[in-house]
């Protein structure tokens, strides 16, 4: 089965400051990789994905992610926190056939200092 | 407004007590699952259904019933809930199209609590 490891249960950062989430899987098979986030109280909402192409994908919110075959991992970065990007972020990975199957990290909560 | 809807949103109940949390969504999408939310642990599927009548195991199943008679519903069944049960479950549904690169939609969870 898949492993997704996500370092890092908590993180915290400065506004301003750059924003570094960690996000590794185990498949040999790259699979579809996905970036949710989570408000309390609320489901997860989409932040960015990759299937194919190009290998630096941008998201909502000024969220980019990248992905690295050789490293099997899937960062997300943000150049500058905002106070309104305190939440739990979640890395996602689908395979599978016709990938039905999900697996996600154990999430990444982010603290945004004033 | 395209979305899923969980109920009931939150229940406490006791072991062993028969309990359906329902999941409707109204994108007409062919893909639905079902995860529980647990400390430490993320999320993890319990079952999925590729439309109707067609469903399959997560990596959790275990405890869990699923029926998908209609499209546009996903019930989650617990026989004999046990207070390993006691979670935060969230129902989620996704364009099929057999390429898998459709991102999920989520409802806005459902607490249970199982005394």
């Known amino acids: 089965a898949q492993s997704v490891t996500q370092l890092g249960s908590h993180v915290s950062v400065s506004e301003g400051a750059l924003v570094l989430l960690r996000c590794n899987y185990s498949?040999?098979?790259?699979?579809?990789l996905f970036w949710y986030v989570q408000y309390p109280n609320q489901g997860l909402q989409l932040l960015l994905k990759?299937?194919?192409?190009?290998?630096l994908v941008k998201g909502i919110n000024g969220f980019e992610a990248e992905f690295k075959k050789s490293e099997t991992s899937f960062h997300l970065t943000k150049p500058s926190a905002h106070m309104s990007d305190a939440a739990e972020y979640f890395c996602a990975v689908s395979e599978g056939d016709n990938f039905n199957k999900f697996y996600f990290g154990s999430g990444t909560k982010l603290n945004v200092k004033p | 407004e395209a979305q899923v809807t969980q109920n009931p949103r939150y229940l406490i109940t006791v072991t062993g007590k028969k309990l359906t949390v329902t999941c409707s969504q109204n994108?007409?999408?062919?893909?639905m699952s079902w995860y529980r939310q647990d400390p430490g642990l993320g999320l993890r599927q319990i079952y999925y259904s590729m439309n109707v009548e067609v469903t399959d195991k997560g990596d959790v199943p275990e405890g869990y019933k699923v029926s998908r008679k209609e499209k546009r519903n996903f019930p989650l069944i617990l026989e004999s809930p046990s207070p390993n049960q006691t979670s935060l479950y969230f129902c989620?549904?996704?364009?099929?199209?057999?390429?898998?690169?459709?991102?999920?939609?989520f409802g806005d969870g459902t607490r249970l609590s199982i005394l």
């Open positions: 994108m007409n999408h062919e893909y």
């Open positions: 990759y299937t194919t192409g190009a290998t």
């Open positions: 989620a549904s996704r364009l099929w199209g057999g390429s898998g690169n459709q991102p999920q939609h």
């Open positions: 498949s040999s098979v790259p699979p579809y």
